[in-house]
């Protein structure tokens, strides 16, 4: 059974760079058929996507965080991490990676399914 | 702000049966798929409906998805204490070329 484990630090300062790192279990990240991705939920609001990534290194990234955003993939450790520069208090919130499936066209279009249990990223100084 | 919107809330008693609509456009519903998720009090979210209507393993069938153009529904019946939960419809926008998540809808079993 796949599942997947956010690890990183709880509270990042403001300005600084945010870095978690997702490790997937009972399975492979260099599957075919799916990308990696990050998803993150302020305290009391909705989901936001932040973007995914294929094994071999292509992403997808939201517009409204991608001149922040780094996604990278590190298959030898069966591992992908997120990296969000610049933060804010407005960062704050519980981030979550999940995968989700490839579909006909190639882009990470699918659903998300499994996802981690989540980890609660702060930013204060 | 969210390209697909979602009553903030729904409630209905036990046993009955509450429906939960999701608007978007022809970049995102219009033209893919619709996946809802479930979201139960302090958890992380998990798939209930993909590809509009179908049910993955495990998922009790009563619950349901639709959709029509650009807007879909979620459908669940027998209403059980359970089921309180936020819900959110997704699905990938064409024009922002990312995948996005409806505003959510929180359901409350009176």
């Known amino acids: 059974q796949l599942q997947l484990q956010e690890s990183g630090p709880g509270l990042v300062k403001p300005s600084e760079t945010l870095s978690l790192t997702c490790t997937v279990s009972?399975?492979?990240?260099?599957?075919?058929?799916?990308?990696w991705g990050w998803i993150r939920q302020p305290p009391g609001k909705g989901l936001e996507w932040i973007g995914s990534?294929?094994?071999?290194?292509?992403?997808y990234y939201n517009p409204s965080l991608k001149s922040r955003v780094t996604i990278s993939v590190d298959t030898s450790k069966n591992q992908f991490s997120l990296k969000l520069s610049s933060v804010t208090a407005a960062d704050t919130a519980v981030y979550y990676c999940?995968?989700?499936?490839?579909?006909?066209?190639?882009?990470?279009?699918?659903?998300?399914?499994?996802w981690g249990q989540g980890t609660l990223v702060t930013v204060s100084s | 702000q969210s390209v697909l919107t979602q009553p903030p809330s729904v409630s209905e008693a036990p046993r009955q049966r509450v429906t939960i609509s999701c608007s978007g456009s022809?970049?995102?519903?219009?033209?893919?798929?619709v996946n809802w998720y479930q979201q139960l009090p302090g958890k992380a979210p998990k798939l209930l409906i993909y590809?509009?209507?179908l049910l993955p393993s495990g998922v009790s069938d009563r619950f349901s998805g639709s959709k029509s153009g650009t807007s879909a529904s979620l459908a669940i019946s027998g209403l059980q204490s359970e089921d309180e939960a936020d819900y959110y419809c997704a699905a990938w926008d064409d024009s922002l070329n990312g995948y996005v998540f409806g505003t959510g809808t929180k359901v409350t079993v009176l």
């Open positions: 022809s970049s995102n519903i219009g033209n893919n798929a």
């Open positions: 590809y509009d209507d």
């Open positions: 009972g399975g492979s990240i260099s599957s075919s058929s799916y990308y």
């Open positions: 999940a995968r989700p499936l490839m579909g006909a066209t190639k882009r990470p279009d699918g659903w998300f399914d499994p």
């Open positions: 990534i294929y094994y071999s290194g292509s992403t």
